[in-house]
């Protein structure tokens, strides 16, 4: 695809988040997480602010944990090739109601915008399937991306795993709550659980 053809990202975060209903949103480190923010700060959302490479693992444990409730983990390609050992993991678990979106501008927005390895031959989706989750795609249009986040709603048939080629605008910061205990006290009581 033509760099000059990818897709806004905070258009992108707000087409799959626009009808997220009850649910948990895991974002990842750096833009991903801004871009959640943007959409609509959510007592449901769960900001990873310094956890890089965590958010497909913190998602896995939700899902698991919360299996009658979406959870949809959206994160960038350099935080999830520092762990895709949990697309392994994953792909052995099965959980049905667990959906990976990756946002992929082929750099390292947070170091200095350097090319990630999804600008040469890593390719997020292939891994994705070798390890085991059958539902990898790659999407392109804003069409596949409202047709994909009706299906972020389905508890069964995950996992599920996309990634979407986005441009690599440096937005201004869509800041949330930057303190982790009220982010997980809120997100507790946003499902039914007492303060910690």
């Known amino acids: 695809m033509s760099k000059a053809n990818l897709l806004d990202r905070r258009s992108v975060v707000a087409s799959l988040l626009a009808e ?8 990842g480190l750096g833009a ?7 959409a609509g700060d959510h007592d449901r959302n769960l900001y990873l602010w310094g956890a890089m490479g965590g958010a497909v693992m913190i ?7 919360q299996p009658g409730l979406p959870v949809v983990v959206i994160t960038g390609d350099g935080e999830m ?3 895709m050992g949990s697309l392994a ?11 990976i979106v990756v946002l992929d501008n082929e750099v390292y927005g947070e170091t200095g915008g350097q090319a990630s390895h999804t600008a040469g031959t890593a390719d997020l989706v292939g891994i994705a399937r070798a390890c085991g989750i059958a539902d990898a795609r790659a999407m392109a249009t804003m069409p596949d991306i409202e047709d994909f986040a009706r299906s972020m709603q389905d508890l069964s048939s995950g996992p599920r795993f996309a990634s979407i080629k986005i441009d690599s605008a440096n ?5 949330s709550s930057r303190d982790g205990t009220f982010i997980v006290t809120r997100i507790r ?6 303060p910690i």
């Not at 997220?20 to 974002?27: F, L, M, P, Q």
């Not at 998602?59 to 944990?65: C, D, I, R, T």
């Open 171 to 175: 937005l201004e910061r869509a800041l």
């Open 59 to 65: 998602g896995l444990g939700l899902a698991l944990a």
């Open 189 to 194: 009581g946003a499902l039914g659980f007492g």
């Open 81 to 83: 090739l520092m762990g």
């Open 32 to 38: 991903s997480t801004y871009d959640i923010a943007a």
């Open 20 to 27: 997220r209903k009850d649910a948990i949103v895991v974002g």
């Open 89 to 99: 993991t994953v792909g052995l678990q099965k959980p049905g109601n667990l959906t």
